[in-house]
């Protein structure tokens, strides 16, 4: 897919080889403490249809649908990629959101991150592993967007993203294998 740009949308495909993508891949798949995390809807709680794991510095506390997350510590893998975007983005990272998809069951339903805790006007940056899947966006104006995230691609949220936009992965009945997403955020204290 070629590269694709929405305003406050930044689409990277192909940032890490594609080698690089599947070592990496490889070595969160067993390397991260994967959880169930559970979501309050409507006075339910229910299992996220994924595992989870909020990954960050000691206190980037994450708060979400009546959750607190305690951060765990950065596995040295997704420290060194945290290095290299905030060299390339000139931003600071201090939290990830990793998110594993087993098949196509796991899904994310539509959402905005727009927690108070991360500021106003957030860079949000999503580097997708392992199986291609479809995210969508929705525009607040009008319009629905699709992008295929593929292994070693880069999103970038930022500037006004989280008003102008919804977003979802959703499920798919295409067989597909496991897929990791990291979105590496900025928790404000
Ligand atoms: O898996 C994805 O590409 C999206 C994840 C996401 O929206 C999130 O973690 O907030
Ligand atoms: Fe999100």
Same mark, same amino acid.
């Given at each position: ?15 890490? !080889? ?9 070595? =969160? &798949? ?18 996220? !249809?994924? $595992? ?20 765990? !510590? ?7 990629? &945290? ?16 998110? =594993? ?20 006007? !957030?860079?949000?940056?999503? =580097? ?20 295929? $995230?593929?292994?070693?691609? =880069?999103? $970038? ?8 936009? &919804? ?23």
């Amino acid at each position: 897919m070629r590269a694709f740009s929405l305003p406050c949308i930044d689409h990277r495909p192909g940032w890490l !080889p594609e080698a690089v993508a599947a070592n990496l891949f490889a070595q =969160l &798949r067993v390397g991260v403490p994967w959880e169930t995390h559970h979501i309050r809807m409507f006075g339910r709680t229910l299992a996220a !249809p994924r $595992l989870s794991c909020w990954i960050g510095d000691p206190g980037a506390v994450y708060r979400y649908c009546g959750n607190r997350f305690e951060p765990r !510590p950065w596995p040295p893998a997704v420290a060194r990629l &945290r290095e290299a975007l905030e060299a390339e983005l000139g931003a600071g990272f201090n939290s990830v959101l990793a998110n =594993l998809y087993r098949d196509g069951r796991d899904a994310m339903g539509w959402h905005r991150d727009d927690e108070p805790e991360l500021g106003d006007a !957030p860079l949000i940056a999503s =580097l997708s592993l392992g199986a291609t899947r479809r995210f969508l966006l929705k525009a607040e104006a009008g319009g629905r967007h699709a992008i295929d $995230l593929a292994a070693g691609d =880069l999103l $970038l949220m930022h500037g006004e993203s989280q008003r102008r936009y &919804r977003h979802a992965l959703p499920r798919t009945a295409k067989p597909v294998g496991p897929r990791i997403n990291l979105t590496f955020r900025r928790i404000l204290r």
